[in-house]
């Protein structure tokens, strides 16, 4: 590791348009970053991580600015910097991978061309050598199939694919710093585990010095050398990854990695011997393209899923993107149509239910999603979309929504919150009303979809720790669906493992973790980022 640093901040300081009440999105951050190294950034939402990326990019928007500070790169200061100049910076000097690579590629450009980019604007190569390069970069970063890859358009790849294309594009003009803002963050356990691993063997190759943000402390024990903490703008803590994951000082840092869900299951709960959701057989088959029957997709989302949820009790559906996680759930609440199989539901089959049927009984299983900001209507006000569901089911609107106002204060929000549009709330916030608005209509079974795997891990460990009142207080019946094993290990009193749509394991979670007999399942466990640091902090606690 070289003593150097690539990039400094000294005393930097951004300043937030806040009317009268003007506040700092970073106040006085110093730190440092030499080649040859990782340095992960962590925190909550809001903690400043990303507004100092932004900043180093000069990206931030017009409103927002830099107030006092420098930020001395290549012998120059970015603050500074004319925008001329910085463009030339942004992908030669330092490049930058997003959080979600979906809203960062362009959706009407093939992916080769994005990366192709890189090369003709900053460089006088050739056509062929462009391509050429656009197929050793794809290479790199361990795309199957290169030149279909190239081809594609970034819909037609799979998450792990399209972050592996913005790595090869943030890495094609050999940058000196490489930001990488919360790379892995959606991503299930094996793919993280690629990305990681990837981003770990091109830094060491390349010589490049990375500057890692996230929010989870197994991947800032995988790969990171320095850990800097961040809260409220402010540095409160950094050091080596060993000292701060292990003899962490600050309180705040303390309190961080206290919340992150160990992968060691606790004692089993006393299961109920009734069964409310019964599964027996689901399959679930899509088919597209083709002409005439010629050149269609065929694939088996489900197939054959049987599963039993007690009463009172919480169920996991594990597996990799892809598995058919989100397919069978879909299935149980009949947004989609299985092609056969039985779905009893307190002795009711809603496989064969008709429509107008399922519309009177839907209060009795809801279903609360995995991102609430695109399932809450953004017009609306929190406590009407609370409440609309018992209206629409009967319910006296004034009685709706003073009951929503009650749901409120159940799932921990101020019940005047509810005069507040979506975009007003927090991510954890909004998964709160995502919550509340599940409750209002008195459900026997909820449905989780991933609730809490882009959340900070303060903020899920809170609303886990809601699911689980909540489950106690309202007698409720859970199918939780997660590609996070530690959280899964928390939750859930049974487990089932799925893969390209079929179960392969199943069981009490204490069994299926603690004696995985799949190779698939063993698979998975070995995959989770920081899995010794997950035994420590088990021990610990």
């Not at 180093?56 to 006092?68: N, Y």
């Not at 002409?291 to 007690?310: E, I, Q």
């Not at 519309?359 to 279903?367: G, K, L, P, S």
Request: aromatic residues 4%.
């Amino acid at each position: 590791m070289s003593d150097a640093p690539v990039l400094s901040l000294e005393g930097l300081s951004v300043l937030l348009p806040r009317g009268a009440d003007r506040s700092h999105a970073l106040n006085d951050v110093s730190l440092s970053i030499a080649s040859n190294e990782i340095l992960c950034v962590v925190g909550e939402s809001g903690s400043g991580k990303s507004m100092m990326a932004n900043a180093i990019m000069r990206l931030l928007p017009g409103e927002v600015g830099i107030e006092a500070g420098r930020m001395m790169f290549d012998g120059r200061d970015l603050c500074t910097t004319e925008p001329a100049a910085m463009r030339e910076v942004r992908g030669a000097g330092i490049a930058m991978i997003f959080q979600e690579p979906m809203t960062a590629l362009n959706p009407l450009r093939t992916v080769g061309d994005q990366i192709a980019e890189m090369f003709r604007i900053h460089t006088d190569l050739s056509k062929a050598q462009i391509g050429a390069r656009v197929l050793s970069l794809l290479e790199d970063v361990r795309i199957p199939n290169p030149r279909a890859a190239a081809k594609a358009y970034p819909h037609e790849l799979s998450g792990g694919q399209r972050q592996r294309a913005m790595i090869a594009m943030a890495l094609a003009l050999d940058p000196k710093l490489l930001i990488a803002d919360e790379p892995t963050t959606a991503l299930d356990v094996t793919t993280q585990a690629q990305i990681l691993k990837l981003i770990r063997d091109l830094q060491q190759r390349k010589k490049t010095a990375v500057l890692f943000i996230t929010h989870d402390f197994g991947v800032v024990a995988e790969i990171a050398d320095r850990v800097v903490v961040m809260q409220h703008g402010k540095i409160v803590e950094q050091g080596t990854a060993d000292d701060v994951l292990n003899r962490p000082a600050h309180a705040y840092t303390k309190q961080l990695i206290a919340a992150v869900p160990p992968l060691t299951a606790p004692p089993p709960r006393p299961l109920s011997s009734d069964s409310i959701l019964t599964i027996t057989n689901v399959a679930k088959t899509y088919r597209t393209g083709g002409f005439l029957g010629r050149g269609a997709r065929v694939t088996a989302a489900v197939k054959d899923a049987s599963l039993t949820l007690p009463k009172g009790a919480t169920l996991g559906i594990v597996g990799e993107s892809g598995s058919g996680k989100s397919t069978l759930a879909r299935c149980i609440v009949r947004l989609i149509d299985p092609d056969h199989g039985a779905i009893l539901l307190d002795g009711k089959d809603w496989a064969k239910l008709p429509r107008d049927e399922i519309r009177r009984e839907t209060r009795h299983i809801q279903m609360v999603f995995q991102d609430p900001f695109a399932s809450l209507n953004p017009r609306r006000k929190a406590a009407e979309l609370v409440a609309q569901g018992p209206i629409v089911h009967g319910t006296p609107r004034a009685i709706a929504m003073t009951e929503a106002r009650e749901l409120f204060a159940l799932v921990g929000l101020d019940p005047s919150a509810g005069d507040r549009f979506p975009h007003e709330f927090s991510g954890g916030q909004r998964q709160r009303i995502g919550l509340a608005r599940a409750l209002a209509l008195k459900p026997d079974v909820l449905i989780a979809d991933e609730p809490v795997s882009a959340l900070d891990v303060s903020v899920q460990a809170q609303v886990l720790k809601l699911l689980g009142e909540l489950r106690e207080r309202l007698g409720l019946s859970i199918v939780f669906i997660t590609h996070d094993l530690r959280v899964a290990a928390q939750v859930c009193d049974l487990v089932a493992v799925m893969k390209d749509g079929e179960i392969v394991e199943h069981g009490l979670v204490a069994d299926v973790f603690g004696r995985p007999q799949h190779t698939y399942t063993q698979a998975l466990l070995a995959s989770v980022p920081g899995g010794a640091f997950a035994r420590e902090h088990q021990a610990a606690v």
